[in-house]
């Protein structure tokens, strides 16, 4: 019995280290909002579709909702920081089209993320909320925020060029 058990309890742990190699030899592109964010490729390297570089992907930890159930998702989380990546022209409504912005919404556009984090610091411990105008751009600053230790981080699929005119629109 007790040998049985010895056995099973080695052939787990083996199985378990196995996944967790293989897991760590997935590697995906940084996300970047295209379809080739779904595919997978076994060493590192960039992107063959956008050129992005490819990191594990396990470290890719957000997640997302849709524009459809986004004024219903703010409702119903009345504390998540909003966090318009776009630029600042996009964001006041300078460029055409205009996508408009939601409510509340903080602007910090993605090029500038890596230098402004300091500004989010204050909200490290709560959930964050990023979108852009075409899900293209949001994507790669939830992956930024994730990898500085932001551990509540969604991203708006789709982004605000997708949103129909709502109520939680500014």
Do not use: W
């Not at 940084?30 to 050129?51: F, I, R």
């Not at 055409?96 to 411990?125: F, M």
């Not at 899900?135 to 708006?156: D, E, K």
């Amino acid at each position: 019995m007790r040998l049985t058990t010895l056995l099973l309890a080695i052939f787990l742990c083996s199985m378990l280290v196995q996944a967790q190699k293989v897991d760590a030899d997935v590697y995906k592109c940084l996300p970047c909002g295209n379809e080739c964010d779904k595919a997978t490729y076994s060493t590192q390297g960039k992107c063959t579709h956008c050129g992005m570089q490819l990191v594990r992907a396990s470290t890719i930890n957000f997640a997302e909702v849709s524009p459809a159930s986004i004024c219903d998702y703010i409702a119903n989380h009345p504390h998540t920081v909003l966090l318009d990546v776009r630029t600042k022209e996009e964001y006041e409504g300078k460029v055409n089209p205009d996508y408009g912005t939601l409510k509340g919404a903080i602007n910090i556009p993605v090029q500038e993320l890596p230098q402004r984090l300091s500004e989010l610091q204050k909200y490290k411990g709560k959930e964050i909320l990023v979108y852009c105008s075409h899900s293209h751009r949001s994507p790669q600053a939830a992956f930024l925020l994730t990898q500085q230790g932001f551990v509540n981080v969604v991203n708006m699929a789709g982004g605000m060029s997708v949103l129909q005119d709502t109520d939680c629109k500014k």
